[in-house]
């Protein structure tokens, strides 16, 4: 049963390392929880044109990708046994190595906890009115394309 | 009746929004969006009406919010 409701996941900037070292610590509070699988995004310095990417600016049609958040979440957590489900996203500029995505499900049995968190990262990426923008070195830029 | 631009629509219109009138179904947004802007036909991108992406030819009333949203890239 999960019991946080996440109205927001939006984060401005980076996402701090200490907020999800304090997530990791609250899990530890459901003591019948055997498992989380977590997955961190992280802005990578892909070249591009003979660039490195030093930057990427997200936006986000707030209202449309909250709404479908809530959607995915619902569907999860109705599909597999979860003691806990969450996930931040930034929106603005994160600079590379920094995190900018993070999901997080919790459950009794690592099963559940890894096919969780992997189908939501992937329909979250799929599915959110997220837009990324790659700043590169040479102060140019080209919107992200997700594969 | 307002149309708001996200992702690389931004760059192509140069603009976040647009208000602009006498628009009654999609057709004719797409057709306004060409004239003043031909360079939106540069990439696919899907039509939201009041936060509810519709496909095909859609009626629009006066006071709908439309959004633009190419594909996401989110993540």
């Known amino acids: 049963m999960i019991e946080n409701i996440q109205e927001n996941i939006f984060i401005e900037g980076a996402i701090p390392v200490d907020l999800i070292t304090e997530i990791l610590l609250h899990q530890n509070r459901n003591t019948h929880t055997g498992a989380y699988s977590i997955f961190v995004g992280q802005v990578r310095d892909d070249e591009i044109g003979g660039s490195r990417v030093s930057a990427v600016e997200f936006t986000t049609h707030t209202e449309m990708a909250l709404e479908k958040f809530h959607e995915i979440k619902r569907s999860i957590c109705a599909k597999y046994p979860l003691a806990d489900f969450l996930a931040f996203h930034s929106v603005g500029r994160v600079l590379t190595g920094e995190i900018c995505f993070f999901v997080l499900a919790s459950s009794v049995h690592r099963g559940e906890a890894i096919k969780a968190c992997q189908e939501a990262v992937e329909r979250i990426k799929a599915e959110m009115a997220i837009w990324g923008k790659l700043l590169l070195e040479n102060e140019t830029a080209k919107w992200k394309e997700n594969n | ?75």
């Open chain 2, 1 to 75: 009746m307002d149309i708001t631009f996200f992702g690389r629509l931004t760059d192509l219109t140069g603009n976040k929004d647009l208000n602009t009138d006498g628009i009654t179904n999609t057709e004719e947004l797409l057709q306004r969006l060409l004239d003043l802007y031909p360079s939106v036909s540069e990439i696919p991108f899907v039509i939201a009406v009041n936060n509810q992406i519709i496909h095909g030819r859609h009626i629009l009333k006066k006071g709908d919010h439309i959004s633009l949203l190419p594909p996401f890239s989110g993540g």
